[in-house]
């Protein structure tokens, strides 16, 4: 919860949340040091100097630091997290529903856990899908479509494929659909982050509703073509957030576009944590205003409680939180001696 | 980063001025070498790592700012330019060289042999780059139209919709805020018929109706690849932190 200078409580949940495990130990090959070191250039691209960590903390933090930067330091009441098991790249996967778990298991009232879909897998995948979901009850999946598998390097939502893992997650009641758009696709020679096929599923799909990570960055003009007309299209703002300090003056043009696009109902903040922590977005965020040309511009106004939306009340809605019950939570307690974040700093 | 210092400095010292003089020349050709993806050049972006010469023979080792980035925009840059470096007179072969890409190796060895981008990933592509190519030089062509509108003075009557392309080359003229903006805006705005100084990507001209709609849209993709540029400026300037 983050508290105004005029006593007023805000909501905070985080959309987009990861528990990763990037050390050598677990890279498969090569690809799995690039992947993580890419990474890393986005934290220490984005992140305040004096808020960044050691190149080893960020290849694997644990649960424990996850908590603490997410609901001790970071205002969050809850936080959604977007699995994927890149197993091609990493033994044990990188960020797999399992790993995930272990901070839903610490933090069982403030952790949504999400599953992970990759429709290449077939009858097999779809298996495992059910049994996922029998064991974690999933309200929503995460699919990247740039992720390898075998000898395939990526699809798109419009393959034939991917329509019988939408239709069993609508029999299974999984409603929520986040879309990650990766740099490799099937076909190479097609623009892996073209949003378009978004508009063939939710199109065919009305009762789900399909999140766009990074609302699509960086198309985030084809995405704000799909979304506005397509009212089951949501943008996760995880990364657009992140320019607020380094860029703030492409952050605001970029979320003038986005609300004037889709309007103030339909984002959702995301830190992309543990890429960078949501202190300080958020602390940015609750700070930042349009002016009166800019508000013009964007078609909506910023103000307290578009931002409330942004910064939680969307994503409540979404995932049917009970936004009572988060705010009024017992503060969660770590243990003192593992202090790391102040190892951090 | 310094590329052409750096290569410079390996350059034996007799014939260094002659030497200097055709790298400051291959630094040119490839200035016109943009980021198709971005609308940025080649160079500005510091993608250039280092330029070699040993007689005719000319080394190019470039570097985009994350090893993920796209393989087909990789391509794209890597195939101009070797064509701007062989385009020069005294140049008798071209080695150009990704460095730390995912998809290096392949690309590198495509180019060397000057092979399609299907022949380069026989089971990964379906088709050549001129679709993503002729995608791009559209977003470019509404972002460098966006940066003209910009430029220009708010209120304008009558509106733009109704200018010709002889109106903006006049009114650049007057305005050296323009010149640069119109410049880079005609050089794509040429490829298109008719005489309407501002158009769609595909040509037909803008009823002044729905003005206010083309603006916007001009918007929303110059706001984006510009967003896009700067996310790759952070990405760089991390990797060589």
């Known amino acids: 919860m983050f508290v105004t200078p005029d006593g007023e409580r805000i909501l905070i949940v985080d959309g987009h949340t990861h528990l990763w495990d990037g050390r050598p130990s677990n890279w498969r090959n090569d690809y799995g040091r690039t992947f993580i070191d890419t990474f890393w250039g986005g934290h220490v691209g984005f992140t305040p100097a004096d808020k960044r960590w050691t190149q080893e903390q960020f290849r694997y933090y644990g649960a424990e630091k996850a908590a603490r930067d997410l609901f001790v330091d970071g205002y969050c009441d809850a936080a959604i997290m977007l699995p994927v098991d890149l197993r091609d790249?990493?033994?044990?996967?990188?960020?797999?529903?399992?790993?995930?778990?272990?901070?839903?298991?610490?933090?069982?009232?403030?952790?949504?856990?999400?599953g992970r879909i990759d429709p290449r897998e077939g009858a097999r995948g779809l298996a495992r899908l059910e049994r996922d979901h029998d064991r974690f009850r999933f309200r929503g999946v995460k699919l990247y479509?740039?992720?390898?598998?075998g000898i395939s390097r990526g699809y798109r939502l419009s393959d034939d494929f991917v329509k019988p893992y939408l239709e069993k997650c609508r029999e299974l009641g999984i409603d929520i659909v986040h879309v990650h758009k990766g740099p490799t696709t099937h076909p190479l020679d097609y623009d892996a982050f073209d949003v378009r096929d978004v508009d063939h599923v939710a199109t065919s799909f009305p009762d789900l509703k399909f999140v766009v990570d990074h609302c699509g960055m960086p198309r985030i003009d084809d995405f704000c073509a799909v979304a506005g007309q397509e009212p089951n299209v949501y943008g996760g703002l995880a990364l657009v957030t992140s320019f607020i300090r380094a860029r703030p003056r492409h952050f605001k043009t970029m979320l003038i576009e986005?609300?004037?696009?889709?309007?103030?109902?339909?984002?959702?903040?995301?830190?992309?944590?543990?890429?960078?922590?949501?202190?300080?977005?958020?602390?940015?965020?609750?700070?930042?205003?349009?002016?009166?040309?800019?508000?013009?511009e964007a078609g909506h106004t910023l103000d307290l409680e578009a931002k409330r939306k942004i910064?939680?009340?969307?994503?409540?809605?979404?995932?049917?939180?009970?936004?009572?019950?988060?705010?009024?939570?017992?503060?969660?307690?770590?243990p003192a001696a593992e202090a790391s974040r102040d190892a951090a700093e | 980063m310094q590329p052409s210092e750096d290569a410079s400095s390996s350059v034996a010292a007799g014939v260094a001025d002659g030497l200097s003089a055709?790298?400051?020349?291959?630094?040119?050709?490839?200035?016109?070498?943009?980021?198709?993806?971005?609308?940025?050049?080649?160079?500005?972006?510091?993608?250039?790592?280092?330029?070699e010469i040993a007689g005719g023979a000319v080394g190019v080792t470039f570097q985009l700012p994350t090893q993920w980035c796209a393989a087909n925009f990789a391509f794209l840059m890597a195939v101009d330019i070797k064509a701007a470096v062989m385009a020069l007179p005294w140049v008798t072969s071209a080695d150009v060289v990704l460095r730390d890409h995912f998809a290096a190796r392949r690309i590198n060895e495509a180019v060397e042999r000057d092979l399609s981008f299907v022949e380069a990933f026989p089971q990964k592509a379906e088709g050549e780059l001129d679709g993503l190519r002729h995608t791009f030089m559209e977003k470019a062509f509404l972002a460098r139209q966006h940066a003209v509108l910009d430029a220009l003075p708010k209120t304008q009557a009558p509106s733009p919709a109704l200018w010709t392309i002889a109106d903006l080359e006049d009114l650049s003229r007057l305005s050296n805020d323009l010149a640069e903006p119109v410049a880079r805006y005609l050089a794509l705005r040429r490829n298109l018929p008719g005489e309407a100084a501002f158009v769609t990507a595909r040509g037909a001209p803008v009823e002044p109706a729905h003005w206010q709609v083309h603006a916007r849209e001009l918007r929303g993709t110059a706001v984006t690849m510009a967003a896009n540029a700067e996310h790759c400026r952070v990405l760089a300037a991390a990797n060589q932190a």
């Open chain 2, 22 to 51: 055709r790298i400051a020349e291959v630094r040119r050709a490839l200035s016109a070498i943009r980021d198709p993806e971005l609308d940025e050049t080649v160079t500005a972006m510091g993608f250039i790592k280092a330029i």
């Open chain 1, 258 to 296: 986005l609300l004037w696009g889709i309007g103030p109902d339909r984002l959702i903040f995301g830190s992309d944590y543990a890429i960078t922590s949501p202190d300080w977005i958020i602390e940015a965020f609750m700070a930042f205003e349009l002016d009166e040309a800019e508000t013009t």
């Open chain 1, 145 to 149: 479509t740039g992720e390898w598998n």
């Open chain 1, 311 to 334: 910064l939680g009340l969307n994503a409540a809605k979404l995932y049917g939180l009970d936004v009572d019950h988060l705010m009024n939570l017992a503060p969660v307690h770590l």
């Open chain 1, 89 to 114: 790249f990493y033994v044990d996967g990188f960020n797999t529903t399992e790993q995930c778990s272990e901070l839903k298991a610490l933090c069982p009232d403030r952790v949504v856990l999400n």
